[in-house]
């Protein structure tokens, strides 16, 4: 089952509006990765964390991961129509070190 | 992205035959990934290589066997093709595989299969 659960499921928001998903595991990760999968496109990666606590930003991206390394963020500042897509985390949990497991995404509509 | 390629874009297939999906790259990358995309779920990992004649199974992989004889291709076979099959199939390739010292995958433009 998903080990790697993400929310919110759907965000609508007016261009211009900041928005947030959410990244959560019930164990701990060693790294977490983020991506972008524009409609009918495939998914593009973003960015990896490895560090507890660490903070990147990429222009209006912000990226977190949590102290426990079972939490990560997304933040993105004044969203553009750019933006619309669906974001997924991704990282290891439990098993092999070579099986990367993904949540289930955030679909984000800007409303323009 | 460059470098990586599915073939076909798109199939579809009448329930119980045989398909077989290819992904080729020419980034000589260690590592390729089949995933599984379908709404609700995400991306789920139906078998992965570490090298040539090296496979493994993902989290899906009941009903679908992988070959891998060169470093650029990793087939995709589906042994006798059903309803719940259809979906839209990513391949993945990373050079150094996953973990704290990996890098992001790449993916491939994807394959979407339809099971009548």
């Known amino acids: 089952g998903q080990q790697v659960m993400q929310i919110p499921q759907y965000q609508h928001v007016q261009e211009g509006e900041d928005f947030t998903t959410y990244c959560n595991s019930s164990t701990t990760l060693s790294n977490i990765q983020w991506y972008k999968q524009r409609p009918g496109g495939h998914p593009v990666f973003l960015i990896q964390l490895v560090k507890s606590g660490e903070v990147k930003k990429q222009k209006r991206l912000t990226f977190q991961f949590g102290e426990a390394k079972k939490n990560s963020s997304l933040h993105i500042t004044a969203t553009q129509t750019t933006d619309v897509g669906t974001y997924f985390c991704?990282?290891?949990?439990?098993?092999?070190?070579?099986?990367?497991?993904f949540g289930s995404g955030t679909q984000l509509t800007v409303l323009p | 992205d460059a470098g990586i390629t599915q073939s076909p874009r798109h199939k579809v297939t009448e329930t119980g035959t045989p398909v077989t999906l290819r992904c080729h790259q020419t980034e000589n990358h260690r590592y390729m990934y089949w995933y599984r995309q379908d709404p609700g779920h995400g991306l789920r990992l139906i078998h992965y290589s570490y090298g040539v004649k090296d496979t493994d199974k993902g989290e899906v992989s009941d009903g679908y066997s992988v070959s891998r004889s060169k470093t650029e291709d990793f087939l995709l076979t589906l042994e006798s093709a059903t309803s719940s099959q259809t979906s839209v199939y990513f391949c993945?390739?990373?050079?150094?595989?996953?973990?704290?010292?990996?890098?992001?995958?790449?993916f491939g433009s994807g394959t979407r299969l339809t099971v009548v």
């Open positions: 993945a390739i990373s050079a150094k595989g996953t973990g704290p010292l990996g890098y992001g995958y790449t």
């Open positions: 991704a990282g290891i949990v439990g098993g092999s070190a070579r099986q990367l497991t």
